[in-house]
């Protein structure tokens, strides 16, 4: 069964400090993965998909098919990087495949 | 950007009613629209997949005789909670898909007395 699993519901850093955000799927095709976030009051958005391999905001996720893994990283955590963070896995070849969503990982930068 | 709009934002009504919430797309077309389920403090849920001049495909457990989806235009899609409960109380999300990405809007809290 295809699933994403977030580990943590709440990562609580200091500024500048870095961050890693879990992501493991369950998937038996080859997986599309996405990072979405959603900030206070704000709809969900999308952060970074894994096929792009770019950086967003200074946040990269690698995915590791051995591990079936996609964790989110920053080095240097940002205030405004506190939201809820969301993992992400498409059926299909593309983004407009249905979206299985892991639980959500609340991310807390403190000053 | 692309831009998804829902109506309305929230809504509250008794218990046996229906409710019709409207997602559109505002500077696209959406050939395929999704609806969401998300309950308070986790994650969100597909329920359907939304098709223009096609029916809904539905997940499993989610029941189509429930949760009415209309696709009519390439901006338009349709939710109507028929019969609601106050179990249907929930926050529900659409999103359109525009190439291969998929833009959402701001959801819509519905609470049933």
């Known amino acids: 069964a295809q699933r994403v699993t977030q580990p943590e519901k709440l990562l609580s850093v200091f500024k500048g400090a870095p961050v890693e955000l879990k992501c493991n799927y369950s998937y038996s095709g080859s997986p599309e993965l996405f990072w979405y976030v959603q900030y206070s009051r704000q709809r969900l958005q999308l952060l970074l998909r894994h096929i792009s391999r770019e950086s967003i905001k200074g946040f990269t996720a690698d995915l590791n098919k051995g591990e079936t893994s996609f964790h989110l990283k920053k080095p240097f955590a940002q205030e405004e990087d506190s939201a809820m963070y969301y993992c992400a896995l498409s059926h299909g070849s593309s983004n407009t495949g249905k979206l299985i969503f892991g639980q959500g990982t609340t991310l807390q930068v403190k000053p | 950007g692309a831009v998804v709009s829902q109506h309305p934002s929230r809504v509250i009504c008794k218990s046996g009613t229906s409710v019709k919430i409207e997602c559109r797309s505002l500077?696209?077309?959406?050939?395929?629209m999704f609806w969401y389920r998300q309950f308070p403090k986790q994650s969100l849920m597909l329920m359907a997949t939304s098709n223009e001049g096609s029916k809904a495909t539905y997940e499993q457990g989610v029941e189509k005789d429930k949760f009415l989806i209309n696709h009519a235009s390439l901006t338009l899609s349709t939710l109507t909670v028929t019969s609601a409960h106050p179990e249907d109380s929930s926050f529900y999300i659409c999103s359109g898909a525009r190439g291969d990405t998929q833009y959402f809007g701001p959801g819509t809290r519905l609470t049933v007395l």
């Open positions: 500077d696209f077309q959406a050939t395929t």
